[in-house]
Every structure is written in C-alpha cells, then in structure tokens.
C-alpha cells in the first residue's frame, strides 16, 4: 500500500471530494518519494511555521503581487518534510476569511447579545488596559487568567509572568491529552509532551486504541504511517467505528466504548500467561511484574470478551499478533484521552502493555527525542511570577498527578459558590471556550460572573460574542511570533515570518501584549523593538547565522541517538528509576496502583452513547469557516449503525442515508440538525460526530447553523480524580426526525 493509495481511501472515505479537489495537487506529494517542487509561482517564498493546528509544520509562503498564491511544505523543516496536511495547504482560507475580525470590538449591550461597536485601538486597548487596572486593584494580580492555544499564546503568557499571576491555563491539557500525560508520567517518569517521541517509521505492528489516524491528521505521523504500512507494518485497530486506519488494519477489534481497560487487562493476560513478554527487559527496568501477573491472572479474553463484545478469540489472536512484533510493536499512546474519568487508568494500562513488548526506550516503540535549546531574550527585569502554574499554586482542584494548569478549574475559580472561587478577569488568546469547556451552561455562568473578558482571535468565533472586548488578531501568515524548538528526533529550530502585511486593521499578538503592558506599567518587560528583533537577539545569542535561519524558515541541530538500538541506555524518570507496572504513588494517593475494570453507566433506553473523533481537512471548530477546507467537508454528519437506523424510535420508517436529524441528549439539550450518516461502519450502541461543527457564532457566515456540536450536547462529564481531566463521551443521544428531504 503506498501512501498516496493509504491517503486516497483516507480522502474518500470522509469527503470523497478530497482527492478530486484542487487541494489535491498541493495535498502531500503524490509519489512518496518525490517530493514536491516548492518552487515559486511568485515574487517571492516566505519559511514560517504552520499554526492551522498546532503539529507546528513548516511551510513555505509563496507571494505574487502582496497576495500569497499558496502554501506548501518546507522539505528543510523535519515536521512536514516538504508535504503539509489538508489544512495547512488551505491557510490562505483562514487568511482571505472575508469573516475575519478587522477592527478592534467593544461590547456595547449585555454579555451574550454578541452586539458590538466598531473602536480604534487605542480605545479598545485603553479600556482593556484600565479593567486590568482596577481588577488588580479590587482583587489582586492573580485574579486574572489566560487561555491560551497556539503559539501566538507565547506573549500573552510572557505578560501573565510580568503581571504575576500563574493562572494560564489551555482546554489541551484536562479536556484533551491530561490523562495520557499523567499515566505514562506515573510509569516511567515522564509525561509524553507534542509531538509525542514514538517511532511510528519503525514499528511493525502499530495498535491504534481510539486513535484515529488518517482522520486525525498530524501530518509527520500520518506521514510515518503511511510510509510503515507501505513497508510492510501492519496495525491493529481498538474502535467502536470502522476507520479509517481500521480500513487498514490486520485486526479490527470493534470494542464497545468505554471497556478498553478490560480488552487492555486481557490482552496482558495473554502476554503473561504464554510467556510472551520481555523477561529480559522487565527483570532490568520494571518493577512490579509479579503484583501484574497476579492482577491479571483472571482477566481473560473470555472475561474480557463478556465486556467488550469483542470475541475471544480475536482478543486471544491480536494479543499475539502484536506480541510476536515486539519490540517494535507500538501500542499509539493517543492524543485526546479525555473519555470516561478513568483515562489516567487506560492511559496506565496502555503504558504498561508497552512495557511488557519492552518497547519504551526501543526503535519502533518510545524514543528519547531532543530538543535545541535558545537562549532567553535579556529582559533585565526579575519576573513578578516564574508561572509555573499547576506546580506553583494550585489551581488543579486537588487532582494531585495534574501536571498543568486545569483549564476548567479556570472555570470554576471564576464561579460563585465555587470552593477556589477567586478568578475576575479572563483574557483568552485562540481559544473557542463555548466549544471547548465541558458544559456550556457552567462555561457562560462563569462568563456571567466576571469584571472583564477579553478575547484575541482571528475569527469572530463563539467566545468573542460573550467578551467585553475583542482585539483582532492577524492571521500567522502576517506575522513573527517566537522560535518554536519542541523535542524531536532531528532536534530544530522554527522560525514564524510575516508573508504579507496584516490585513485590516489586525495586528500580530506580540504588538498586541506589548501594548497592553504599556498601558498597565509593565512595558520594562517588553524592551523589544518588535518580534523580529526579539527572535532575532535570540538567535545570535544563541551564534546561529541570522539571515540563513530566515532563509531557510529552520536552523537543524544536531541528531544524536534516540534508543537503545543507536547506543542510548534507557533511563527512567520514575523515583525507583524503573518503570512502575505497579505504581507506589497511585497506592499512596489512594487510587489503583494497577488498573481495574469499572463499569461504565449506560444510558437511558433508545439512546446512543455520543463519541467524537476529527476530519482530515479540519481543525475542529477552527476550520469550519474556512471556504477552501469546506469544499472536500462542508459539516458534518451524525453516523448511525445501519441495522439501528432501520427501527428508530419516533421515526415513521427506517431513517435514510443524508437525512436530517435532531440529536437530543439524555438532559433534553439539542443540537443540529444533522445529516446522518447510515453505516455499517460503527457499532449500533453509538454515534459519532465530528467536532467543531454546529457554530452559534453568527458572524461565521458560511459556518453558523451548519451541522451538530458535540460540545452542545456535553452536558455531562466525569472528572479523572488522577489529574483532573473531564471525560465528555458520557453522554447519550437520541435522534429526532427533522424531514424527509435530504
Ligand atoms: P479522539 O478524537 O478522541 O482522539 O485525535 P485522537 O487522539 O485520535 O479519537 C476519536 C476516535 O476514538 C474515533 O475513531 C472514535 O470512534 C474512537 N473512540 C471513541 N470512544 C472510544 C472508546 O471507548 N474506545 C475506543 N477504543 N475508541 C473510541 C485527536 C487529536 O487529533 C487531537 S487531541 C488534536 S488536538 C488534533 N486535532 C485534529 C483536528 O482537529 N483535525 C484533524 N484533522 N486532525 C487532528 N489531529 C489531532
Ligand atoms: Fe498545519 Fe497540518 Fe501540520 Fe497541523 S498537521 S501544522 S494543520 S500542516
């Protein structure tokens, strides 16, 4: 299978439009090994990063006439190797957004009316500069917090540091890759961090739990992927729906959601009974092996078949399968892994089944990647607050393993009656709050109680309806933000480079968070002249030539060995230095030291559980409004089990494939209307929906009203006692006929 066969069912099966599309052409290289001419057919190419999500690609910025023409991969840059993603290719439909925010806003009726008048900078910044003031004055430095995703987020959290308040939080910690963090931190001592250090390339046997790749795009690891399986690796795939990579896979285990810990247990239990496991590495780097033997020891596939509905065998048969593969047998470690309340568990389990193929440290399993360090621009100020968040005061609500700022215990602090309640102000830098929080009525009580809420966004998103003010910010391809230099197994440095001049009248986040800090006394803190000098200073402190890193958008370090096999001995963060199968802190604090199987609550009859997952050519709610992104998936569609969808309760007959639906929820919350999409590709006890859909933001005009929002539907949601994370798929919905027309 070649990658661009792997891309192409990929394509087809979640907007067959894909391949066909003029996206195509700029759409990875369409031979594997060759990649494609990045050549101009402009005036001129500008290397930046990609901000269309946050894998952080590089990308080439090619201008004609002051209008970029198009953006393609930069093959210098080791995250995109000269290919990007679908949406990265279709950046300039973020940028050419005839909805984008082009003046400041300044709310001028009740929170919520979404009814604004149109200011100067200077006034929207003087009146945010004066509510920072007097809440600092009324409450103190700390009753301030800031959301921030995206690495613009960089300045806004550098004056959080100068304002002195620790308080910043993003939703991609406790409602998204949390509870991962905290289990393979509870194991081996260290949390995973982006991009995660695993060996994707060099695995023979990929297990993908519930993750969804070649729908969720990361594009270096789809890339890997897709290279893996053209070599010759084959996957095995956990999930209540056929996916795409499930399209793929040797084994297809269709798991009923939320038993994966019993399937993981089981399949420890073939490991540990037929003596498949790394005795070897264990007996040297593990500790605990014989309290797992014995926790295991009844956990059968025959058990586990009984909870999962997953046959015993096949749970018997991928159990050797992925054995028979070790050390290079991944077990993926997941990404968003907010599902249940009990992820750190899964997290746990899954971290431990890896331990048993003797993986981490290994080529095909977990790798040490390296990072390039730069030194910091001199400020020659001490910082009021080091904001080190979680770690330097509490605002994790107890859990004790978060190892970040909660951003929904953000969001109690800011609600009355609340036990940490003490958060005034928010600002919230490329965060949709409404659709990334748990329970939107809790989101908007806490909006309802606060002195000053500003936003700062490209887009006239949700959340900016609800903000006192709104500051406008241009686009990453009209601006310098910091160096990006995340741990990889090429270590590098990325350069973020203004293409074309901000349009409008928007302006780049570093200009913006100077400002600001003028205004409220802390402009020492901000001695830069702009964000081009500021990288610049870094990047000769740091004896690297200037004008090459901005030519070339990278600077490459140097590549040392990254596992066991090129001569790196594995070394554990753990307290024992060892990999804890058995976890003495988890015992410590209470909790299971190894995982156990809870039951999760079904729920009420005629209901189906709701699961959400991603589409290749978005960014949840952050593409919708992209014209170019919605040729290949304009919304999205609610998919029912075909069986399931002959005998609806409420539905004069069997609901048909594109019909639209209501999606009622378990407390009477609605969302859509829908098309459904009626399929044998998913298990007849739930449905799926793809997140960032169903926009209340009128402003988004192609977007708003288009499909159903998961978020509006989560109503409920179980925290993880480990690390504070909220598992959303404990929702249920029931369909509701619209119409017969499709
Ligand atoms: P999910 O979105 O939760 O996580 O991507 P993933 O880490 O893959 O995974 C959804 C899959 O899990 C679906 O296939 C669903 O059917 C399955 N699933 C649901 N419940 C269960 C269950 O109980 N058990 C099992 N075994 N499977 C289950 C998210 C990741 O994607 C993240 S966090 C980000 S921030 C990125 N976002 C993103 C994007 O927005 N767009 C695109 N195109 N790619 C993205 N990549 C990243
Ligand atoms: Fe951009 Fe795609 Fe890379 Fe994300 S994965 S940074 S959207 S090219």
Same mark, same amino acid.
């Given at each position: 299978l070649t990658r661009r066969q792997f891309i192409q069912i990929?394509?087809?099966?979640? &907007?067959?439009? $894909? !391949? @066909? =599309?003029?996206?195509?052409?700029?759409?990875?290289?369409?031979?594997?090994?060759?990649?494609?001419?990045?050549?101009?057919? &402009?005036?001129? $190419? !500008? @290397? =930046?990063y990609c901000e269309l999500c946050f894998w952080g690609c590089g990308v080439l910025a090619h201008v004609k006439d002051g209008r970029v023409t198009k953006v393609t991969g930069n093959p210098d840059h080791p995250l995109s190797k000269g290919r990007l993603c679908p949406r990265g290719a279709g950046a300039t439909g973020l940028l050419y957004d005839p909805d984008r925010l082009k003046r400041p806003l300044v709310r001028t009726q009740k929170r919520g009316a979404d009814v604004f008048e149109e200011v100067s900078w200077d006034a929207a910044l003087n009146k945010v500069g004066e509510g920072l003031l007097e809440l600092k004055r009324r409450h103190g430095p700390e009753a301030l917090a800031l959301f921030s995703h995206g690495s613009g987020g960089t300045w806004f959290k550098h004056f959080m540091k100068a304002w002195g308040s620790p308080n910043v939080g993003a939703p991609?910690?406790?409602?998204?890759?949390?509870?991962?963090?905290?289990?393979?931190?509870?194991?081996?001592?260290?949390?995973?961090?982006?991009?995660?250090?695993?060996?994707?390339?060099?695995?023979?046997?990929i297990t993908l739990i519930g993750s969804h790749l070649g729908e969720n795009m990361h594009n270096t690891q789809v890339q890997d992927l897709a290279d893996a399986i053209g070599s010759g690796a084959q996957l095995v795939v956990v999930d209540p729906r056929f996916s795409v990579a499930a399209s793929k896979a040797r084994y297809w285990l269709p798991i009923r959601p939320g038993t994966d810990i019993a399937l993981l247990l089981a399949w420890m239990n073939v490991l540990v009974e037929e003596k498949r496991c790394d005795a070897e590495y264990l007996a040297q780097h593990a500790n605990g092996l014989e309290e797992l033997k014995a926790h295991v020891a009844g956990k059968t596939p025959e058990w586990a078949a009984a909870i999962t509905g997953v046959k015993a065998e096949l749970i018997r048969d991928s159990a050797r399968f992925i054995a028979a593969a070790r050390p290079a047998s991944l077990i993926h470690p997941g990404r968003h892994t907010t599902w249940y309340g009990d992820d750190t568990q899964r997290a746990r389990a899954m971290a431990i089944l890896a331990a048993l193929l003797g993986s981490w440290g290994r080529r095909g399993g977990y790798l040490t990647f390296n990072k390039m360090g730069l030194p910091p621009y001199k400020v020659g100020k001490e910082m009021p607050h080091g904001g080190k968040g979680a770690a330097d005061k509490p605002r994790n609500g107890g859990y004790p393993v978060a190892g970040e700022v909660i951003a929904s215990g953000l969001c109690d602090a800011a609600t009355p009656g609340h036990a940490l309640y003490d958060l005034k102000g928010w600002m919230v830098y490329g965060c949709n709050l409404i659709q990334a929080l748990p329970?939107?009525?809790?989101?908007?009580?806490?909006?309802?109680?606060?002195?000053?809420?500003?936003?700062?966004?490209?887009?006239?998103a949700e959340i900016c309806g609800w903000s006192d003010v709104v500051l406008p910010e241009c686009s990453y391809l009209e601006r310098e933000d910091d160096v990006l230099a995340p741990p990889w197994r090429e270590p590098f440095l990325?350069?973020?480079?203004?293409?074309?001049?901000?349009?409008?009248?928007?302006?780049?986040?570093?200009?913006?968070?100077?400002?600001?800090?003028?205004r409220v006394g802390l402009g020492d803190y901000f001695p830069w002249k702009d964000a081009r000098e500021y990288v610049d200073a870094r990047l000769t402190l740091g004896r690297h030539d200037v004008a090459e890193a901005r030519r070339r958008g990278v600077v490459l370090g140097k590549v040392g060995p990254v596992c066991e096999e090129e001569g790196l001995a594995i070394e554990l963060g753990t307290d024992s230095k060892k990999i804890e199968l058995h976890s003495e802190e988890l015992k410590r604090l209470g909790f299971d030291p190894i995982p156990n199987y809870v039951p999760q609550e079904e729920g009420p009859a005629g209901h189906f559980r709701l699961l959400m997952g991603r589409a290749p050519t978005h960014t949840f709610g952050r593409t919708v409004n992209n014209r170019l992104l919605a040729e290949p998936y304009p919304e999205n569609e609610v998919w029912v089990n075909a069986?399931?969808?002959?005998?609806?309760?409420?539905?004069?007959?069997?609901?048909?494939?594109?019909?639209?639906?209501?999606?009622?929820?378990?407390?009477?919350?609605?969302?859509?209307?829908?098309?459904?999409?009626?399929?044998?590709r998913i298990r007849d006890d739930c449905v799926f929906l793809v997140h960032g859909w169903g926009q209340g933001a009128k402003r988004l005009r192609y977007a708003h009203g288009k499909g159903a929002s998961d978020a509006e539907l989560v109503t409920r949601y179980k925290v993880d006692p480990i690390m504070g994370g909220t598992g959303m798929s404990v929702n249920f919905v029931r369909l509701e006929p619209v119409g017969r027309t499709a």
């Open positions: 990929g394509g087809a099966a979640v &907007g067959g439009g $894909v !391949v @066909a =599309s003029g996206l195509a052409s700029r759409w990875w290289g369409l031979d594997r090994n060759r990649v494609e001419d990045p050549g101009t057919d &402009g005036d001129r $190419v !500008v @290397a =930046s991609s910690y406790a409602q998204c890759r949390g509870p991962r963090e905290a289990g393979y931190l509870l194991t081996y001592g260290t949390p995973l961090g982006s991009p995660e250090p695993i060996d994707l390339a060099h695995a023979r046997v329970s939107r009525k809790q989101t908007i009580e806490a909006i309802q109680n606060l002195d000053l809420l500003v936003s700062i966004d490209v887009l006239p990325a350069l973020r480079q203004e293409a074309v001049p901000p349009l409008h009248e928007s302006k780049p986040g570093w200009w913006i968070a100077k400002e600001l800090a003028g069986e399931a969808a002959k005998a609806l309760p409420g539905f004069p007959g069997p609901l048909r494939n594109g019909e639209r639906v209501w999606l009622v929820n378990q407390d009477g919350a609605r969302s859509g209307p829908v098309r459904a999409k009626v399929t044998q």
